[in-house]
């Protein structure tokens, strides 16, 4: 009886191959999800920390609404201030005021950033920030009703938009290498590299400065075209 061996089988000419693809592939996939749970992870970090922007402005909203009598006369002395200055200083006042308003916040993400246990401080940042964006709205709306609602959305929401995405991304990348410095660097390109994470952490909030930069130049340019067309 002849034996037939069932481990070598021809194979045609059009199969050949597919084995190998196939595990190719699998390795390919595996690689392709762990991409993407990376980039869900990141973006939920970025939702994460909108929350805490989004509680801040309505903390706020209700913080001025039970503002007592004292505290909104308080605030109007400051608005009617700033704006009056605004109207009176020169442009390149205007522009430090309102980049050194955003810069604190930049630099307590990225201090944090580098502190082993940064990352718990960090939510502080877009939720501080929030609270004076809703203060702020809050104030104009319920002192100067519609008018104040398009002063805010006019002259102070364009470059603050700006400046609150540059805080946002800055606290993501501030919480994620927070957490690299307190995992450790236990992987061979993290031992080997230490250097280059350092010095991409440096890249990124340099630019994360230069939207910074762009906001006060926005808010400039809206205090400049707007703000006279509006009389309080």
Not at 32 to 49: A, D, M, S
Not at 87 to 99: D, G
Not at 158 to 166: D, E, K, N, R
Not at 196 to 212: A, E, K, P
């Amino acid at each position: 009886m002849r034996r037939t061996n069932l481990f070598f089988v021809k194979v045609p000419k059009e199969h050949r191959g597919a084995r190998t693809v196939g595990s190719r592939s699998g390795g390919f996939s595996s690689d392709y999800r762990g991409g993407i749970l990376q980039i869900f992870r990141q973006q939920f970090l970025l939702v994460f920390l909108g929350l805490f922007l989004i509680a801040g402005l309505i903390l706020g909203v209700i913080f001025i609404r039970n503002a007592d009598y004292s505290l909104l006369k308080t605030l109007d002395f400051v608005f009617f201030s700033n704006v009056k200055a605004r109207s009176a200083l020169p442009v390149l006042s205007i522009f430090v005021a309102s980049l050194a308003s955003s810069f604190l916040f930049l630099l307590f993400c990225f201090l944090c950033g580098l502190s082993m246990w940064g990352a718990y401080c960090v939510p502080l940042a877009p939720l501080f920030r929030g609270f004076g964006m809703g203060i702020t709205a809050g104030y104009l709306y319920a002192a100067y009703g519609f008018q104040g609602f398009l002063f805010h959305l006019a002259v102070i929401l364009p470059g603050a938009f700006i400046c609150l995405i540059a805080i946002l991304i800055a606290s993501r990348e501030s919480m994620l290498f927070s957490k690299k410095i307190h995992l450790g660097r236990k992987t061979e390109e993290q031992e080997t590299q230490p250097k280059n994470n350092v010095r991409h952490f440096f890249i990124r909030f340099s630019i994360l400065t230069g939207i910074l930069i762009i906001g006060a130049l926005v808010d400039v340019l809206t205090t400049v075209c707007f703000s006279g067309l509006f009389v309080f």
